[in-house]
């Protein structure tokens, strides 16, 4: 099945869904409570994730590739939050294991939405907190509105972060950062989010954040679905590297472009002067 109108027609106790122009928006709707991320939050999640996973970037009965959703952008309802952390009413109630089993599917996910051969744009509108800011950081980028505010405040609970925060915040932000963030809990807000490199862009308001974050996809949707792809997967796979392993690994990648039908179309719509049409194979 073409994803795209699979997801489009999925119904979702605690996300809502649209699709505008080959981009997908989970809005993740809570907003009484924030949009914490309570278990069935995390489980409507993996279940739109996964089956972007299952589709994009593979092969349908046709011979075509489904590059029919070319974005992800992941927002939270209402004027207050993008998210607010887990749910801590959940939480408190759960047994170690219990909390093993919850904070290991999140995790999963956020691996989940690394993987995915499309970008993934967390617009956040309002508080990105603990589990929130974990999950902005497992997205490729990170848009926000003025008022948003970032913060891993788990310590004031007797926590630490669980769904990724020690592993991802240090690198985006370095180590000393990470630290003065995790340990303090205390929060800042979306100008000092763009100094330090968490947030790439800033907007006046919500409706503008996503407007631009709409805009933004629409380069993204010119490019050719395999390269940028390949691009993720690469840039993803070498932060993990040496600079000689990371070099290897480029270049691999680089050849495999050779192989496709987009780099033959790209390179000779160049040569001939006109406006490529990529298949994505
Ligand atoms: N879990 C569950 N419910 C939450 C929540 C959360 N993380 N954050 C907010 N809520 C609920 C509140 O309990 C409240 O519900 P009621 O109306 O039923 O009382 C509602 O959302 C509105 O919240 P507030 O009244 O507190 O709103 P506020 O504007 O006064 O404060 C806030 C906003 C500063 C974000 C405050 O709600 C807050 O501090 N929330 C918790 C933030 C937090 O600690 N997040 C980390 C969670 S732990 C975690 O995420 C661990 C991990 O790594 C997975």
């Known amino acids: 099945m073409i994803i795209a109108s699979g997801i489009a027609a999925a119904s979702y106790e605690t ?13 993740i709707n809570r907003p009484k409570a924030l949009n914490a991320l309570s278990r069935q939050v995390i489980s409507d999640l993996r279940d ?47 047994t170690a294991d219990e909390v093993r089993q919850y904070a290991g599917q999140a995790q999963e996910l956020t691996s989940w939405l690394e993987e995915l051969p499309v970008p993934v744009i967390a617009a956040v509108n309002g508080f990105a907190l603990g589990g929130g800011s ?35 915040l240090q690198k985006v932000v370095g180590p000393q950062l990470a630290a003065d963030l995790i340990y303090s809990g205390r929060r800042i807000n979306a100008e000092e989010a763009k ?40 840039v993803r796979e070498v932060a993990h590297l040496s600079i000689s392993e990371g070099l290897k690994a480029e270049l691999d990648a680089f050849t495999t472009c050779f192989t496709t039908d987009d780099m033959r179309e790209g390179t000779s719509a160049f040569v001939e002067k006109r406006k490529p049409t990529f298949t994505g194979k």
């Open 15 to 27: 996300l809502k869904v649209d699709v505008t122009n080959e981009v997908l928006t989970l809005t």
């Open 48 to 94: 739109a994730v996964s089956q972007l996973r299952n589709s994009l970037g593979k092969k349908t009965p046709d011979g075509t590739v489904d590059w029919s959703i070319r974005g992800l952008i992941i927002t939270g309802a209402g004027d207050k939050s993008f998210v607010a952390g887990g749910d801590i009413t959940e939480m408190s109630a759960m």
């Open 195 to 234: 100094t330090i490199g968490l947030a790439s862009r800033v907007y006046e308001s919500d409706s503008e954040l996503l407007a631009g974050t709409h805009k933004y996809f629409e380069s993204v949707r010119a490019q050719s679905p395999i390269a940028v792809a390949t691009a993720k997967r690469t």
């Open 134 to 168: 974990e999950m902005a950081l497992a997205c490729d980028m990170i848009f926000a509105a003025e008022d948003a505010w970032f913060g891993q405040p788990e310590v004031a609970l007797g926590l630490i972060p669980g769904f990724g925060g020690t592993v991802r």
